[in-house]
């Protein structure tokens, strides 16, 4: 006997249709012989739902302990219904939310940390035989108020209660079958993966494949637990994540979109020691994620900096920019939102030189100009404009995968 976590997105759970459908999955797998612990989302755009509600009353500054109650809600719908849908199909259930299912977390509202899980009530409860539905991206923080995790972040749930409880395997449903080199929406080539390492995953997901939440991944990498992504309307395998995985003779593994990049160049800064501490401190304190950073040569003492952000940040990183004129000057602030990050992501390609210009042939033989680069370890990455983003992707997947 195995314990499994099977955690279902909210489009897998969307309406009753899809709610039974989940259940025949859950129930199959108890009857084989398994317990079996499920962490669900709201159903279909609930949460979102529940967003435009609270905008409704106030657009600006909504209370954050209550958009997380308001928040919770959804999951508290999905997990009653499954319930429900189970009991119908003969096999004992319950449902339990974050806080019951032990999920303590950290106070920061809308993007709270578990911390810990107790997870006494689920041993009880898997001790009676029952199949057990959590609310996902839920938990309760030191003063007895509810939080959420972030969005998406029912993946972590499910990933946490993996860990906690050693599970022997924790999957992931959704309405894709697994992870792709590109993608297949847009890709017709595009080729299913068998497996993927954590880091590789990790790198896709920030690069915008959106299969699986960011944190969720590193959780699973930092306690070593592996994950299946896999569809919930067909039952057949999808793609393995964990540390090691079968060599294959492809270096790259996959191409990866992202739409949501604002360039923001400050123009005309003095060229002189601190300056690039006291703009980078700035946004820190603003709490802006930067990602590509690019300074130009100096020249008649003055230099540019160039740096990008997600589109969500480029308020906050005006903002901080505007803040610091007075504490040093700049002549110039341009903001570009027509730039797209293309990157290409293989755990070991730096030991393999060539990666980086047969990427800039493909892009050249395409006619598509770069604007900035950047490398990593797993990744390279170019800046191109958004209308050709597309058409790079399917050139740099040509190239290297085929
Ligand atoms: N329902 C939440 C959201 O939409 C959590 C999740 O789906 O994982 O963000
Ligand atoms: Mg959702």
């Given at each position: 006997m195995a314990l499994i976590v099977k955690k279902f997105g909210g489009s897998s759970v969307k309406d009753a249709e899809h709610v039974m459908n989940v259940a025949g999955i859950v129930v199959d797998e108890y009857k084989a012989g398994n317990d079996v612990i499920v962490v669900v989302s709201a159903q279909g755009d609930t949460t979102d739902d529940l967003i435009e509600k609270a905008k409704e009353i106030n657009?600006?500054?909504?209370?954050k302990r209550e958009m997380d109650m308001l928040m919770t809600a959804g999951e508290q719908i999905s997990i009653a219904l499954l319930a429900m849908a189970i009991d119908k199909l003969g096999c004992p259930v319950i449902s339990l939310l974050g806080w019951q299912a032990g999920f303590s977390t950290d106070s920061h509202h809308g993007k709270a940390r578990i911390k810990k899980i107790n997870t006494e009530r689920m041993k009880t409860e898997l001790s009676k035989g029952n199949i057990i539905i959590v609310a996902g991206f839920q938990g309760l923080n030191k003063y007895d108020d509810l939080t959420t995790l972030g969005r998406g972040g029912s993946d972590t749930s499910a990933v946490a209660i993996a860990a906690a409880m050693s599970a022997d395997r924790c999957q992931i449903y959704t309405d894709v079958d697994g992870v792709y080199t590109a993608d297949p929406r847009k890709v017709k080539n595009a080729v299913k993966m068998d497996e993927v390492q954590y880091d590789e995953m990790l790198e896709m997901a920030t690069l915008g494949a959106q299969v699986l939440n960011n944190r969720s991944v590193e959780m699973a990498k930092k306690y070593n637990v592996e994950l299946e992504v896999l569809s919930s309307l067909e039952r057949k395998p999808g793609t393995i994540i964990k540390e090691h995985v079968k060599m294959e003779k492809t270096l790259i593994r996959g191409v990866a979109k992202d739409t949501s990049v604002t360039t923001i160049s400050v123009v005309g800064?003095?060229?002189?020691?601190g300056v690039a501490f006291k703009l980078f401190n700035k946004l820190a304190q603003y709490k802006v994620n930067v990602d590509i950073i690019l300074q130009s040569v100096g020249r008649h003492g003055t230099k540019d900096i160039t740096f990008t952000v997600s589109h969500e940040q480029m308020d906050d990183a005006i903002k901080a920019m505007e803040s610091m004129k007075g504490v040093f000057d700049y002549s110039d602030l341009k903001v570009n939102n027509g730039l797209s990050k293309i990157s290409i992501v293989g755990a070991g390609m730096e030991s393999n030189p060539g990666v980086a210009s047969k990427m800039f042939e493909a892009l050249y033989d395409a006619d598509i100009n770069i604007h900035m680069i950047s490398t990593s370890e797993t990744k390279i990455s170019v800046l191109i404009e958004t209308e050709l983003a597309d058409k790079a992707v399917q050139a740099v997947h040509d190239a290297f995968i085929g």
């Open positions: 657009s600006a500054t909504p209370l800064l003095k060229d002189q020691p």
